[in-house]
């Protein structure tokens, strides 16, 4: 969000912080939560260059669906490993 709306440094710091600190929380619901996993928010940024132009909210959860489905396969494929009652058809 600081990179698509304009707002005063102190406030995009605030921000991030807060960010960082809810997908910490994330994180560490989902390690002690059966059969939930953590994926991430892409990081699209080239060390402290992007460009804004391209990159909207649109092609950012764009990026973020392709985390979420890789997630999502890898879970199922590995409950499908365990799980004896699974059939896929």
């Known amino acids: 969000m600081g990179d ?3 707002m005063p440094p102190w406030v995009r710091k605030l921000l991030m912080l807060q960010i960082r600190r809810l997908n ?3 994180l560490a619901a989902a390690s002690h939560i059966p059969n939930t996993s953590f994926a991430a ?3 699209w940024r080239v060390g402290k ?3 804004a132009e ?3 909210w649109k092609a950012l959860h764009e990026l973020w669906t392709h985390v979420l489905a890789s997630a999502t396969v890898k879970e199922l494929d590995e409950a499908s490993k365990t799980d004896t009652t699974f059939d896929p058809d």
């Open 24 to 26: 910490g929380i994330t």
């Open 49 to 51: 260059m992007f460009v």
């Open 4 to 6: 698509f709306r304009p």
């Open 41 to 43: 928010f892409p990081d």
């Open 54 to 56: 391209l990159l909207s």
